[in-house]
């Protein structure tokens, strides 16, 4: 039994095709209150959960000649134990050590032959702790299904009181490439009349298809204008195949009432403080910040409610400049926030999704003929990826352990040295930066800077003391905590008058 991917689930493997530095593997790491459990016990509870994800048995195939999407097949070979490994974390097991060997994990690539994901057992972290990576190939799943993950192998209580499910699997036959091309020439021929349908449908509605017609053109305005080069900076360039990575953690609570404070969205709080750490960086590398030096690829998620753990990618995008050139961290926040507003109501997100919607009712030779085409030429549009994931608000738990903190990884092409993925879990909101091994040694200044921005926006957003009572009414005067990002900003560039 076979199903095709989307194309872009199948621009995801094309772009690791072309670009051999490149492992588009998606990854969450989960550090857990020990002890360890042994490596029996933990095969034999992802063993009874595989029926819940259909995919960890299914491996990608490759139609010949790119006459059809890539398909989902039965793994007839499939070995649990080639999935599960585990590895001791060097002495002392502290968060350096772990971040180091997340970047030899992630820096290698999955298996083509093998289903696209993988487990990582880590020994041996300092305070009675150990770690489980999940690493699945970005053709898999997006952030969103990523995390719907962690509810088929993780428990919501440590009594684990969920009767696993009957396992009936039993593998179809691989199907032949002989077998993969004649179906696929068998959709070619009838794409036509697939494509004659669809047009009966919009025809049938003629007002609903004009809307989506004309919002798409709008969309397509302001995301042809940000396909513009970003400023020349150290950021971009070419890139090796080894990764470095570091994690940041901030209290979830600081980040939401600092956007309640400033009457922004978490995601404007978050870019934000990342735009602040980008920007200290340039200035340690002696460049001027300039304002569209650093323009980011924004997932935009647009799968429908309900879809959560279906296997795909359900993504859109924003192109968004980073205000690197803003000293004053309120004044980036407001600015973060205009753009944002900005770019969503230019349709950016809505253009792009109707590309991908049209792309899977095309014949796949020419789509994939314009994918591999553009990963071979190189960009210098976008010089990072920022992806903010919320993920369970409850604690998880495997096999009696409760899971302590997720860091996430979110990897890098294309010329991009740096990436930040935020994901939040219970209390705290995590940020894992990527970055190139050699032109992007600066992963871990980038993560010490975002936790001292979102200290700054606090600071900056925090209300001012209250006054002692008086004993006699005080005169009527005004407020020096007026609302708002502009009476914010004000008051933050008297506490620092200096540049960051």
Wanted: charged share 25%.
């Amino acid at each position: 039994m076979s199903d095709h991917m989307s194309p872009l689930d199948a621009a995801f493997l094309t772009l690791e095709d072309e670009q051999p530095e490149a492992s588009l593997a998606i990854a969450s790491v989960a550090v857990l209150e020990g002890p360890a459990p042994r490596q029996e016990e933990i095969l034999r509870t992802i063993r009874a959960r595989l029926p819940l994800v259909e995919r960890y048995r299914q491996k990608a195939r490759q139609v010949p000649f790119d006459l059809g999407p890539p398909v989902w097949v039965d793994d007839p070979c499939f070995d649990l134990r080639h999935h599960v490994r585990r590895v001791a974390l060097a002495p002392p097991g502290g968060d350096t050590e772990l971040d180091e060997l997340i970047a030899r994990i992630m820096s290698r690539r999955l298996d083509r032959t093998r289903p696209l994901w993988e487990y990582w057992v880590i020994d041996n972290l300092a305070a009675d702790r150990w770690a489980l990576v999940s690493k699945v190939h970005h053709c898999m799943v997006d952030g969103v299904s990523g995390t719907s993950l962690y509810y088929a192998i993780f428990d919501v209580s440590p009594e684990g009181t969920r009767d696993p499910p009957q396992d009936t699997w039993s593998p179809h036959a691989e199907p032949s490439a002989l077998q993969l091309s004649a179906d696929a020439l068998r959709d070619l021929l009838r794409n036509p009349v697939e494509q004659a349908r669809m047009a009966g449908r919009a025809l049938a509605a003629p007002r609903a298809t004009a809307r989506r017609v004309l919002d798409t053109v709008r969309g397509l305005v302001p995301l042809a204008g940000a396909l513009r080069p970003a400023a020349a900076s150290t950021l971009t360039g070419p890139i090796g195949e080894r990764r470095r990575y570091a994690a940041a953690r901030v209290p979830l609570a600081d980040v939401k009432q600092t956007a309640q404070r400033a009457g922004v969205t978490f995601n404007d709080v978050v870019l934000s403080a990342i735009s602040g750490a980008y920007r200290a960086v340039l200035r340690e590398r002696g460049e001027e910040p300039h304002p569209h030096a650093v323009r980011s690829l924004v997932p935009v998620s647009v799968r429908p409610p309900g879809q959560e753990s279906v296997c795909d990618n359900r993504i859109s995008l924003l192109l968004a400049h980073l205000p690197v050139h803003l000293a004053d961290p309120a004044g980036r926040l407001r600015a973060v926030h205009e753009h944002l507003s900005e770019l969503k109501a230019s349709g950016q997100a809505q253009a792009g999704e109707a590309i991908i919607r049209l792309a899977g009712h095309e014949p796949f030779p020419p789509v994939s003929a314009l994918m591999r085409l553009a990963a071979r030429v190189p960009q210098r549009q976008i010089v990072t990826v920022t992806t903010n994931v919320p993920g369970p608000r409850q604690p998880l738990y495997l096999l009696g352990r409760r899971t302590l903190e997720i860091l996430p990884y979110v990897p890098i092409a294309t010329r991009l040295r740096t990436g930040v993925s935020v994901f939040s879990y219970c209390d705290r909101v995590a940020f894992g930066v990527t970055g190139d091994h050699d032109s992007a040694p600066e992963v871990e200044r980038l993560a010490r800077g975002i936790e001292r921005e979102i200290e700054r926006l606090r600071a900056a957003f925090q209300p001012p003391a209250q006054a002692p009572r008086r004993a006699r009414p005080a005169q009527p005067s005004r407020s020096r905590a007026a609302a708002g990002p502009a009476a914010a900003a004000a008051r933050a560039k008297a506490a620092h008058p200096h540049p960051a």
